[in-house]
């Protein structure tokens, strides 16, 4: 069985920094791309940040040149740090990947929890 997990979540005032990170456990083959979505209250969930395999990044522009994304595919973990942070940016925030799992044929998008953000002004 396969499981997100994920810390980093908390209060944290205005300009102030946050780094996230999510942790893939369980019969694992492969993972493909890992990445960071968000939701706020009465909002759609949005992709915030995104990294393949090989590092390749993507970033909703909101969050772009505040935020930075990373793995470690040893431990099969990836990480967002957030800084600059603007209440705004209070959200849940949900780690996603796409994983092949062990004896499977078929690749499938794993998530977690959520762990919650909140920026105060």
């Known amino acids: 069985q396969v499981q997100l997990v994920e810390s980093g979540g908390g209060l944290v005032q205005a300009g102030g920094s946050l780094r996230l990170s999510c942790a893939a456990s369980?019969?694992?083959?492969?993972?493909?791309?890992m990445g960071w979505y968000r939701q706020a209250p009465g909002k759609q969930r949005e992709l915030v940040a995104a990294?393949?395999?090989?590092?390749?990044?993507n970033y909703v522009e909101s969050v772009k040149g505040r935020f930075t994304i990373s793995r470690d595919n040893a431990k099969n973990t990836v990480y967002l740090q957030m800084n600059a942070l603007k209440p705004e940016d209070t959200a849940v925030y949900f780690c996603n990947a796409d994983i092949l799992p062990r004896d499977y044929s078929h690749w499938i998008a794993y998530w977690g929890q959520g762990t919650q953000v909140t920026v105060s002004s």
């Open positions: 990294i393949t395999k090989v590092g390749s990044t």
């Open positions: 369980g019969s694992i083959f492969s993972i493909r791309t």
